[in-house]
């Protein structure tokens, strides 16, 4: 499995951005397709992007469309989550997932290698 390291996590503002990484070991980086979920206080975790192992394809949630962006640079083993105008209810940990196949998060499903997570919580 690929070992997942999420940053970037703070408070911030209703209507601010910020910016998400998840660094990557363990395995080639570039064989797998990488999403992030997250989880809200009392609430189950939920699909939030996705990307292909070649950046080619993208998937976002609804809620999220059109405020983030998320990317990769598989030379620096990392994916990233643009994330702008931020709401009070895009409170949650964030985690970053990993799987070998992009079909796995247009389908619904997760992969099998998730990070630690961080906490973005926005004020309103």
């Known amino acids: 499995q690929v070992q997942l390291v999420e940053s970037g996590g703070g408070l911030v503002q209703a209507g601010g951005s910020l910016r998400l990484s998840c660094a990557a070991s363990?395995?080639?980086?570039?064989?797998?397709?990488m999403g992030w979920f997250r989880q809200a206080p009392g609430k189950e975790r939920e699909f939030v992007a996705a990307i292909s192992w070649s950046g080619g394809r993208t998937y976002y949630a609804d809620s999220v469309k059109g405020r983030f962006t998320i990317s990769r640079d598989n030379a620096k083993n990392t994916v990233y989550l643009q994330m702008n105008s931020l709401k009070p209810e895009d409170t949650a940990v964030y985690y970053c997932?990993?799987?070998?196949?992009?079909?796995?998060?247009?389908?619904?499903?997760?992969?099998?290698?998730w990070g630690q997570g961080t906490q973005v919580t926005v004020s309103s």
């Open positions: 363990g395995r080639t980086f570039s064989n797998y397709a």
């Open positions: 997932n990993a799987d070998r196949s992009t079909g796995t998060y247009a389908s619904g499903g997760v992969g099998v290698s």
